[in-house]
């Protein structure tokens, strides 16, 4: 599908562009949010948007070889709960000043310009925050999330990432154990560093805790590598525990580069094994079901509301059910109504499933 690129400009929106590609997809266009005019990053505590780098973004745009829209973020962090707009599908509106919407006028600006693009490359790895709001305003928008490094374990990535030719450099550091002498650093250099401080302190191999930011100078998809000409140390926070400090990119060029259109990225099975046999029983159902071949009836014997009856259907060693409902007007929450419904399941005698 034709896509754009909701780009920060570090390693992990650039790396996810890689494996969009190797999954077939057409990168059409670049999107990116950036603090207004005059506001340096420091002051911008966004939940959502990586804001240090912005000086450098066009350079990864025009490396890229795509247009690059922008906009600035006007929203506060202000829903900062595990769900974000309702959860009715025809009425899937946001939260009026939430830094959500400034995405969603952003993505939809672009394809109002692109109107045949159906994707949104995002290099999401762990947090449910960002997820959660960036599904809500693909949803709204008919587009696809392509988040191919969701939930990856992140010392894998990070080899990866090296192993697959990313040229990226450390342009923020606010973590423990981290200090301005690790700026400009690259990947390369800096993942022994970043393997101890986990190991140490548990910190974030890829930065998903915060402890840095980077900025991607090269990468397979790049038509002309970013060199950085002059560069600017800010000290934000010092002190013993973690100092906070960042590049301030005042100038940079492109240069040409030959480009490898068959460059190679591992590219891990889609499924993990267990959850392999659930695969392969959803999909003998969906043949079955094509094929017009009934399951065995299978029913619960517990009382439910008359308006939504529980249906299930046997198909060894599998049973499928439908329609267990949870006490929703109590405004619980997706995760705990979840745990409710399965709850109503475990509560059954295991003769009804054997």
Not at 17 to 42: D, F, Q, R, Y
Not at 271 to 277: A, K, R, S, T, V
Request: net charge negative.
């Amino acid at each position: 599908m034709k896509y754009l690129a909701l780009l920060s400009g570090g390693k992990d929106s650039c790396y996810n562009l890689l494996h969009c590609a190797k999954n077939g997809h057409e990168l059409i266009a670049a999107a990116s949010l950036a603090p207004e005019s005059g506001k340096v990053a420091e002051e911008l505590d966004s939940y959502l948007y990586q804001t240090v780098g912005q000086d450098a973004i066009e350079f990864v745009a025009r490396a890229l070889e795509v247009p690059l829209y922008r906009r600035v973020i006007t929203g506060g962090a202000l829903e900062q709960g595990s769900e974000y707009g309702s959860r009715d599908p025809t009425h899937l509106g946001g939260v009026e000043g939430d830094e959500t919407e400034d995405l969603y006028a952003l993505l939809a600006e672009v394809k109002a310009h692109h109107p045949k693009i159906e994707g949104v490359s995002v290099g999401a790895i762990l947090s449910d925050y960002q997820r959660v709001r960036v599904e809500n305003v693909c949803q709204r928008l008919s587009l696809t999330p392509l988040c191919y490094l969701w939930q990856r374990d992140q010392g894998e990535l990070l080899t990866e990432m090296i192993d697959a030719g990313m040229e990226a450099i450390i342009i923020k550091v606010a973590g423990i154990g981290l200090t301005i002498e690790h700026l400009g650093k690259s990947l390369a250099q800096m993942r022994p560093t970043l393997v101890e401080l986990n190991s140490l302190y548990g910190s974030h191999i890829c930065g998903e805790g915060g402890e840095y930011e980077s900025l991607t100078l090269d990468c397979p998809l790049f038509k002309h590598r970013i060199v950085l000409t002059e560069v600017e140390t800010v000290i934000h926070a010092d002190n013993d525990f973690a100092t906070v400090a960042f590049l301030r990119i005042k100038n940079a060029k492109l240069e040409f580069k030959v480009v490898d259109s068959d460059f190679y990225i591992y590219m891990p099975q889609r499924i993990e094994d267990d959850f392999l046999q659930i695969s392969d029983a959803v999909q003998v159902s969906e043949r079955l079901e094509a094929k017009k071949v009934p399951m065995t009836p299978f029913s619960f014997d517990f009382s439910v509301d008359p308006m939504y009856p529980v249906t299930s259907k046997k198909l060894d060693p599998w049973v499928f059910v439908s329609n267990v409902q949870a006490e929703t007007d109590k405004g619980i929450s997706v995760e705990e109504e979840v745990v409710q419904c399965f709850s109503i399941l475990k509560g059954k005698p295991s003769s009804n499933i054997s």
